[in-house]
């Protein structure tokens, strides 16, 4: 019987044998990069289509597959919430798995890419299985696997000291926070069933059981930390733009775009469907969280100028945007507000889709800047626009939707985030009233600053004239990746456009988690309008402001273009000064300098300008040399200190190695009088 289930599950198995024949095609390079990533594609079509049918459907299914530990089997279950997840992984995975066929060709000729292969699909499998996962053990086993695999994809390039830093702070904070999940599942498995046997480590157990408030605050908080530190939540955000950066773009497109959601899949899950009772205070912590990684996400991003750097620091950003959904949903579902509930908890898991689509858009075109240049530094780019017309077109489109600007998908659902500020009633905490009409002016503050960072990368990479001192042979990238970013970018356009019809679809995760549907009021005045509450309150029509953005354009197109002399070129203005060069102009640096002049407290700066003086005379410098580095203060603030400490206490236990053999039975026999002390 053909169910979404098996269908899934078929696709786990495909990604498998892809992974497997890498192996079988190692010595055919470029037949094993086509079949494989095929492959890919086709698994990750499927486990779309299955989630798409779960979610339409509102159906649960589940399996029990017995290749476990004795007594502990495996137990598989496909709902709506992991139905919705399992649908944004799989659409992203296709998209990437289609683009990677050109960008992995790449390093033909320079390294084999079997071990790329190899991972690439155990990750995307490793994140199918972790949403599919209706016990601890199989949820950590397929933890842990999603996360070995990325680190060796993160260290794929491993000649690179950068890249063997950056997988080993990856895999620490990982392993930090996969043990805080497994507590947490401790303490609930617990209360499930006790510890006299292995019943309670099953989510079912788990969501029958009614947790005391202590342990129950225990779970939420210990949970809550181990998928914040994958997540990328602020201050356990300092791996991200350390591994997104060095990854291969197509790996870090994944990452940010869907690995981290699957972080965000297990907040919801743990909240909402485990403990499914909690008090108005956890709400209001995870809303503080998502403020300060969405403000903090976003001045960090501004101050990059590696342009994959600033885009996983705006992963940052996004995923406190999502949590201020979910940490309002808790809120008002805390005061018995349904609806409101509804509201918040749509706004952020729209935002969840939203942001994988938009920021795998980027990554990709990032990932094709730097196929056709081999360069991250945007200080050393600028004029891509003429050679890679389509990747800046493309490119253009991710940064208006994580911009939140209108028809694209990214203001659907900031919109909503903002109407569930604006329109919530008057709670009766004071702790509360001071956090809503803050929270959204905070938001809208993380809006400007995107959209600022947003005409910086664009501007600085693709317009104006090249900055670089060695310009490279620059070419538009081929058919798969320029395929894959248009096809990202026409999600990114229809979910900006038809937000009715996707709410309805995914309207019924908000009827079994908080208890309530938004669509019925969504659509109280057709598909072409959202009205969140009542059309009194508020609507938008994305299909109408698209339509009328088109027809300006169109118009504006036509006024310039039928008469050829409405359109005068000449020499740019250069302020009476004749001798502009290429390095004069705007730069990453000179760009962001206000914001971090306003916001430099919150970084550790260091700005020194040095003179090379001529041998002829000292009064005319030769030339000047201008130094700028922006750090996280959460580095000297809390890494640094427990790195110390951590050395410290290494070099310590190191002076018990002594290299005498006497020392060592002195040892051995102090551990044998200490053992027959405490049996007696």
């Not at 190692?26 to 779309?48: D, E, H, T």
């Not at 060709?105 to 991972?119: A, C, D, E, M, P």
């Not at 998928?227 to 997104?244: D, M, N």
């Not at 990368?457 to 104006?464: I, K, M, Y």
Request: positive net charge; contains cysteine; aromatic residues 14%.
């Amino acid at each position: 019987m053909i169910t979404a289930l098996n269908i899934t599950a078929v696709s786990i198995v495909l990604l498998f044998i892809a992974g497997l024949s890498a192996q079988v095609l190692r010595q055919n390079q470029r037949l094993l990069i086509n079949v494989s990533f095929s492959l890919s594609a086709l698994a990750s079509l499927m486990a779309l289509f299955g989630g798409i049918w779960t979610v339409g459907s509102g159906v649960t299914e589940r399996i029990v597959l017995m290749i476990g530990l004795p007594d502990l089997p495996f137990h598989l279950r496909l709902d709506p919430l992991s139905g919705y997840f399992l649908s944004i992984i799989g659409l992203l995975s296709f998209f990437v798995s289609i683009y990677s066929t050109g960008y992995v060709k790449g390093f033909l000729g320079r390294r084999s890419v079997t071990r790329l292969v190899i991972f690439y699909c155990l990750f995307i499998a490793g994140m199918f299985m972790v949403v599919l996962a209706d016990d601890a053990l199989f949820f950590l086993i397929s933890w842990e696997a999603m996360a070995a695999a990325s680190y060796f994809l993160v260290l794929y390039e491993d000649e690179k000291s950068e890249n063997r830093k950056s997988a080993f702070l990856y895999m620490v904070v990982a392993h930090i926070g996969a043990v805080a999940i497994l507590l947490s599942f401790g303490v609930m498995a617990g209360f499930a069933a006790g510890f006299e046997n292995f019943n309670g480590f099953t989510f079912d157990a788990m969501r029958q059981t009614r947790f005391p408030g202590q342990w129950a605050t225990a779970a939420f908080l210990l949970a809550f930390f181990g998928f914040a530190a994958k997540a990328g939540v602020v201050p356990l955000h300092v791996w991200l733009p350390e591994a997104h950066p060095v990854a291969p773009s197509n790996v870090s497109a994944l990452m940010s775009g869907v690995m981290l959601k699957t972080a965000i899949y297990g907040i919801v899950r743990v909240t909402f469907d485990l403990l499914n009772v909690f008090p108005w205070w956890w709400g209001a912590f995870v809303l503080i969280v998502g403020i300060i990684s969405a403000v903090m996400g976003v001045l960090y991003a501004l101050m990059q100028h590696d342009l994959k750097r600033l885009l996983a620091y705006h992963s940052v950003e996004n995923i406190g945007i999502i949590l201020i959904g979910i940490g309002l949903a808790m809120i008002f579902k805390s005061f018995n507000l349904p609806m409101m509930a509804a509201l918040a908890l749509i706004a952020g898991l729209y935002h969840t889709m939203n942001h994988a689509m938009f920021k795998g858009l980027l990554f990709m075109g990032a990932g094709a800047v730097l196929h056709a240049t081999h360069e991250r530094n945007m200080e050393e780019m600028g004029g891509l626009i003429h050679h890679m017309p389509w990747t800046a077109a493309l490119f253009l489109v991710g940064c208006i939707s994580i911009s939140a600007l209108p028809p694209f998908n990214g203001f659907v659902s900031e919109w909503l985030t903002f109407q569930a500020f604006l329109l919530s009633p008057s709670l009766p905490i004071p702790m509360i009233k001071l956090l809503m009409p803050m929270g959204a002016a905070l938001l809208a503050l993380t809006g400007a600053l995107a959209a600022t960072c947003f005409v910086k990368a664009f501007g600085v990479t693709f317009l104006g004239h090249w900055r670089g001192h060695h310009k490279p042979h620059i070419h538009e990238v081929d058919w798969s990746m320029r395929s894959a970013m248009f096809m990202t970018a026409l999600v990114c356009l229809l979910l900006g456009i038809l937000p009715t019809l996707y709410i309805e679809w995914m309207d019924i995760l908000s009827e079994q988690l908080v208890g309530a549907k938004l669509s019925a009021s969504a659509t109280l005045s057709g598909w072409m309008w959202l009205t969140p509450v009542s059309p009194e309150r508020a609507s938008y029509s994305g299909i109408v402001v698209f339509t009328g953005i088109l027809a300006i354009y169109v118009i504006v197109y036509l006024i310039l273009h039928v008469n050829p002399g409405k359109i005068h070129r000449g020499p740019i203005w250069d302020c009476g000064f004749e001798k502009l060069t290429n390095r004069m102009q705007y730069n990453a640096t000179s760009f962001s300098m206000p914001i971090r002049r306003i916001f430099g407290f919150l970084f550790k700066i260091k700005e020194e300008v040095s003179l090379v003086p001529q041998s002829a005379h000292p009064a005319f410098p030769k030339k000047l040399h201008y130094e700028l580095k922006v750090r996280d203060r959460f580095w000297n603030w809390i890494y640094k200190p427990i790195a110390d400490v951590s050395f410290w206490c290494s070099r310590k236990v190191g002076m018990l190695q002594q290299g005498r053999i006497q020392a060592y039975l002195i040892y051995s026999f102090v551990t044998i009088i200490l053992l027959l002390f405490f049996t007696r």
